[in-house]
T-cell receptor
């Protein structure tokens, strides 16, 4: 499968649960990103991985824990979330150093109850 | 701080007509890239058009074109011959050269009326 694939598409979790979001790309890109999209707010950059190394953590609370085992896969581990963490979480990839834009996945719609 | 402003939360256009979505940005950089992304109900953000700040010529992609005014820090998107499939959220994004970070605006919801 080509492009950027995110699973699951929807996720409902309680505040005490632990869950993980998965992102996979087969575009040969070496940079991957997590963004948070909330209604009426700009997309918020959460984490950047370049060649599997985390290069940016945009002051994200520790209840969000990213993992990048290789250049094709990116995870976002979630634990003890708050209702205000409910949002669309978007994964994106790009070729590092080349400004041709991101390729995005379809996102995971997260609801924290 | 670098910011991107989309002042139109929502716009409507008749099918086959032309619409312009506005975007302004604030930066002290001289080298950067600008993008317009489309997000349909399927949620996947799709790149519509890209502009390099050092190029004076406005980018075009089929029915989509931009009006890039570097001195005014303005980057508007014109959609010609609007189609029902153009209905979506449109996001303007700014990317400083040499960085991975993209700064997005809050988006403009475009409705296309049949």
């Amino acid at each position: 499968e080509t492009g950027v694939t995110q699973t699951p598409r929807h996720l409902v979790m309680g505040m005490t649960n632990k869950k993980s979001l998965k992102c996979e790309q087969h575009l040969g890109h070496n940079a991957m990103y997590w963004y948070k999209q909330s209604a009426k707010k700009p997309l918020e950059l959460m984490f950047v991985y370049n060649f599997k190394e985390q290069t940016e953590n945009n002051s994200v609370p520790s209840r969000f824990s990213p993992e990048c085992p290789n250049s094709s896969h990116l995870f976002l581990h979630l634990h003890t979330l708050q209702p205000e963490d409910s949002a669309l979480y978007l994964c994106a990839s790009s070729q590092a150093g080349i400004h041709y834009g991101y390729t995005f996945g379809s996102g995971t719609r997260l609801t924290v109850v | 701080a670098q910011t991107v402003t989309q002042s139109q939360p929502e716009m409507s256009v008749q099918e086959a007509e032309t619409v312009t979505l506005s975007c302004t940005y604030d930066t002290s950089e001289s080298d950067y890239y600008l993008f317009w992304y489309k997000q349909p109900p399927s949620r996947q953000m799709i790149l519509v058009i890209r502009q390099e700040a050092y190029k004076q010529q406005n980018a075009t992609e089929n029915r989509f074109s931009v009006n890039f005014q570097k001195a005014a820090k303005s980057f508007s998107l014109k959609i010609s011959d609007s189609q029902l499939g153009d209905a979506a959220m449109y996001f303007c994004a700014y990317n400083p050269s040499g960085t991975y970070k993209y700064i997005f605006g809050t988006g403009t919801r475009l409705k296309v009326l049949a």
